[in-house]
């Protein structure tokens, strides 16, 4: 049916594709329409994992006008991941997600909207950045590829953790680059600085080694003529680039109350995390694990148990991260990569191919890894996809029928999300049996021992004191008594989230257990008994 409709779509793509405002315009407003289709079946997704959280508190905090909290008196109720109590209470995380979801949260009164905006700029951006790279046509189509790729069936797309954001700033850097090296303009160069601020505010890190590639892709033509004519540009990157350190700087003071220490870096310092979770063999014994998880662990355990970095533990981890790569591909798109190879002859897509290899070779050195690493990386991988179709199809047919595969997998894909009727989230029941109390609400939440430490339960809102709900741990009856005098205004609960489904009930005080009575003192009417020593 693709085939057949190819002479209708290729005129009308073909006159669409050189108008950069309408094409970034529809290709924007397509993968936002496409995931709203689908909210009968799939609503806004709900956060689960600690790192959403920890995203959100950044955005609730924004929206308080604060860049960090002031430490609660009884912060030991509220421990949790990859949130500081103390000095400030804050996320650990860096101000770029957050930012986003604020502004969803304010423009559209859902954070989620901040995912979408941030969906619909990658895919915009995307083709405007190809534009610099290739002909308008293929752009298009890269644009249409991002769409199918990242769109509304894309865990970035359904989920709080980023990786948009970081891939719209990849954008923003890739496309200003072969356009300052035709037409150096003070526009351009300022895009490139808001790339990289946008990158420095999201995944900082990463920042290095993007700094790097740019830097890298002039190598060729550096030249007194060409220096001076990037002066300007310079400046205007700058420009744009310093507020966003100075605004990261900030954060560091107001969090950790230095400038340059992180708060990444001082969570590290105060619970060893994320730098080293205790990894178990088998962190779950009553679940089977299956042979991909058991890799995990044991690769992630020997990593640690062998000390200092080794090559062949550098090794084994980049051995390992290569198969989570498939991410950025299509199935179909795999048959046009080897296409690519023949373009290396152009220092530009040798630099391609280089910028790839320093960030693989780059954030292999952290011991943990989310494709999300790697979001800035994301159009220049729709840029050698592109780039093997175009050689592909010159050389034959075969490329046309690999853009239809891309289509055809969407489609199926998609169309099945309107079939699938997934069941209650494990958290709904009980944010509805809360929403439904009068009044506010304490929750103590109480793990069995063979809890499963990733599935946390304890997150709380920037004013925890102003909050409806409060979440908080149950240190044993003596000293949750503090609490609830604290709150004295709040229903309490208690949550045991291991039972199936979890569990809550009113919260009650439990009761010392009363001594036992003394014995009575030995008299000679009441002698002691004797002991077995003592029977001879």
């Not at 990658?122 to 002909?135: E, I, N, P, V």
């Amino acid at each position: 049916m693709a085939i057949l409709a190819r002479p209708f779509v290729e005129p009308y793509a073909r006159k669409l594709a050189p108008r950069t405002g309408w094409c970034m315009l529809l290709l924007a407003v397509l993968p936002v329409a496409l995931r709203l289709a689908l909210l009968a079946h799939h609503p806004a997704p709900s956060p689960a994992v600690y790192d959403e959280f920890g995203h959100l508190l950044v955005a609730d905090t924004l929206l308080h006008f604060r860049l960090a909290n002031p430490a609660h008196p009884l912060h030991q109720f509220f421990e949790t991941f990859f949130v500081l109590q103390t000095p400030a209470y804050a996320s650990i995380y860096p101000l770029g997600q957050g930012i986003a979801l604020a502004l969803g949260k304010l423009l559209f009164g859902y954070a989620w909207a901040g995912v979408l905006l941030s969906s619909a700029a990658l895919c915009a951006l995307c083709y405007w950045m190809l534009r610099g790279w290739t002909t308008p046509g293929w752009a298009l189509l890269g644009g249409v590829l991002t769409v199918i790729e990242f769109g509304p069936t894309n865990p970035w797309m359904n989920g709080y953790w980023g990786g948009s954001l970081a891939a719209c700033a990849g954008c923003l850097v890739f496309g200003a680059l072969p356009r300052l090296r035709t037409s150096v303009g003070v526009r351009d160069g300022a895009l490139l600085g808001l790339g990289l601020a946008i990158h420095w505010l999201t995944r900082p890190y990463e920042t290095v080694f993007l700094a790097m590639a740019v830097l890298l892709f002039f190598v060729p033509e550096v030249r007194a003529s060409l220096l001076r004519s990037l002066a300007k540009p310079a400046l205007a990157a700058a420009i744009v680039l310093l507020p966003a350190i100075a605004l990261s700087l900030l954060q560091n003071r107001q969090v950790t109350g230095n400038w340059m220490t992180l708060p990444y870096t001082l969570s590290r310092f105060q619970y060893g995390v994320p730098a080293s979770f205790t990894w178990q063999a088998n962190p779950a014994p009553h679940l089977e694990l299956t042979r991909e998880q058991q890799l995990q662990y044991k690769m992630q355990t020997s990593f640690r148990a062998s000390g200092p970095e080794t090559i062949q533990s550098y090794l084994l981890r980049l051995e390992y991260r290569v198969r989570f790569y498939r991410f950025f591909f299509l199935a179909p798109l795999y048959v046009a990569l080897p296409f690519f190879l023949p373009s290396l002859r152009e220092w530009r897509f040798a630099w391609v191919a280089l910028t790839l290899l320093l960030f693989a070779l780059g954030v292999n050195f952290y011991p943990f890894f989310e494709v999300h690493y790697l979001a800035a990386l994301t159009p220049l991988f729709v840029l050698v996809s592109v780039t093997g179709l175009q050689r592909l199809c010159q050389w034959n047919d075969a490329g046309r029928l690999i853009i239809f595969l891309c289509f055809a997998h969407f489609v199926f894909w998609y169309a099945r999300s309107f079939a699938d009727h997934p069941g209650p989230e494990r958290r709904a029941a009980v944010y509805q049996q809360l929403a439904q109390a009068p009044g506010k609400q304490l929750v103590f939440v109480r793990y069995w021992p063979q809890h499963i430490f990733q599935d946390e339960w304890v997150y709380n809102a920037a004013d925890i004191d102003h909050a409806r709900t409060v979440w908080a741990r149950d240190l044993g009856s003596t000293e949750d008594q503090k609490l609830l005098h604290y709150y004295p205004d709040r229903t309490a609960w208690l949550l045991e989230p291991d039972a199936m489904p979890p569990k809550l009930s009113p919260y009650r005080v439990e009761e010392a257990p009363k001594p036992l009575p003394a014995a009575p003192p030995p008299t000679p009417q009441n002698p002691p008994p004797l002991r077995f020593e003592q029977v001879k």
